[in-house]
């Protein structure tokens, strides 16, 4: 372990240039206002701040296809995507932009950087909030994802330690770039808890979706019902995930705290707050001291209510990465920096105020059936699990 306790937040004004353009849902404001709340509430030291350096191509390699990492070069020089069909360049959710190659590498080498950090323990625990691309495939960019950071740290730990590596997905979508790039490794385990595909992107993370081969097992999947509240999706996360982790065995552990799941945010249907988010980070920090000598990379990923939500969700995260604790209130001095540029009303306290956070439109929330219905789903995906992992040990 490192000497005392001591953390990495990657962080780099380049973030700024992965950017799909004015209006586009995936904006890169997001990691500044993080970064900004962080330092103004106490959070972050100028020791733990670490600026990132862009991966090369054979790194990007490890995961991507070669001729996929020269369409995104090219594309980002000025080529037309149509020469590269089939790859997700050029699309609604993955405009082309100038220098697209070099913006995605800065966040790529954020994230392998936060997992060199932490494997080789010169800190305890590392988060980049710049990271979390979880969809992109090997050859193929995906809902607002061009590299695959995940994939290319997971793949990097794999080669150079041989490690056995779970990955956690809080997103609302499905961590699917993830999953399908490590569907047959035993020793990578794939945790999403997510909306259902049936009613969101990317239409994947069904339950029978357990990997194969030798990997059965390490795919564990909990598709929610829309309009699942925060009392069922905690439910589901400490009915499945200490259990599985645990017969496991992982040797480090990387989380995506995608806060896509809040009922504010404009793109899903999941209605979970702000605590309950604090909640399984907290919980997953005592799963990375438990299991794995605190191990821990934090990520981020999906949030598109970029104002309300965004800011405090992942400054959360980093306050019990890093062992701090906020006040009740955000910081005055935050919100009058930003007030104007926002379109919306500044939320004035770290957790969510009822009164402030309407939920979405449904005719129950909380309605037996929907929490019975995820819960049912939440003891197939453990008990599936269970049986091949467990399996595995004995023979071991």
């Not at 090369?56 to 149509?82: M, N, W, Y």
């Not at 790859?87 to 590498?105: I, K, T």
């Not at 069904?206 to 925060?230: C, M, Q, W």
């Not at 988010?277 to 001291?289: F, N």
Request: aromatic share 10%; glycine share 8%; net charge negative.
């Amino acid at each position: 372990m490192a000497n005392a306790e001591s953390f990495s937040f990657f962080h780099s004004d380049d973030f700024s240039r992965y950017n799909f353009g004015s209006g586009h849902a995936f904006s890169p404001v997001r990691q500044e206002l993080t970064y900004d709340l962080s330092l103004r509430a106490g959070l972050l030291t100028s020791h733990e701040i670490t600026a990132p350096t862009p991966v090369d191509e054979s790194t990007l390699a490890l995961f991507h296809k070669p001729e996929f990492i020269r369409a995104v070069q090219r594309v980002g020089q000025g080529h037309p995507p149509s020469d590269h069909p089939f790859m997700g360049l050029g699309s609604h959710d993955n405009p082309v932009f100038a220098g697209m190659h070099e913006a995605a590498s800065i966040r790529v080498g954020a994230t392998l950087e936060a997992a060199k950090r932490v494997i080789s323990s010169k800190v305890t625990h590392a988060a980049n909030f710049g990271g979390g691309l979880h969809h992109a495939g090997r050859a193929k960019a995906s809902g607002f994802c061009i590299y695959n950071d995940i994939g290319v740290a997971i793949a990097w730990l794999r080669h150079e330690f041989d490690c056995k590596v779970a990955y956690i997905d809080f997103d609302a979508h499905h961590g699917d770039g993830v999953q399908w790039g490590f569907y047959d490794d035993p020793d990578v385990l794939t945790f999403s808890i997510h909306e259902t595909g049936r009613n969101l992107f990317p239409g994947t993370g069904d339950l029978d979706e357990i990997g194969e081969g030798a990997a059965r097992g390490t795919s564990v999947n909990i598709p929610l019902l829309p309009h699942t509240t925060s009392a069922s999706w905690r439910e589901c996360v400490e009915r499945v995930l200490p259990d599985v982790l645990e017969a496991f065995k992982p040797d480090i552990i990387i989380t995506q705290h995608g806060c896509d799941t809040h009922r504010l945010d404009p793109l899903t249907h999941l209605a979970v707050s702000i605590e309950t988010m604090d909640h399984a980070t907290r919980l997953t920090h005592q799963l990375a001291h438990s299991l794995c000598k605190g191990r821990w990379v934090a990520l981020g990923g999906g949030g598109y209510a970029i104002w309300q939500v965004v800011p405090r969700a992942w400054a959360l995260v980093w306050a019990e990465l890093s062992g701090r604790r906020v006040s009740d209130r955000i910081p005055s001095n935050w919100l009058d920096a930003w007030h104007e540029r926002s379109p919306v009303p500044l939320p004035e306290y770290w957790f969510d105020v009822v009164d402030e956070t309407p939920v979405k439109d449904a005719a129950d929330l909380e309605t037996i059936w929907l929490a019975e219905e995820n819960r049912r789903v939440a003891n197939e995906a453990r008990t599936t699990a269970l049986k091949y992992l467990r399996r595995r040990h004995v023979e071991s």
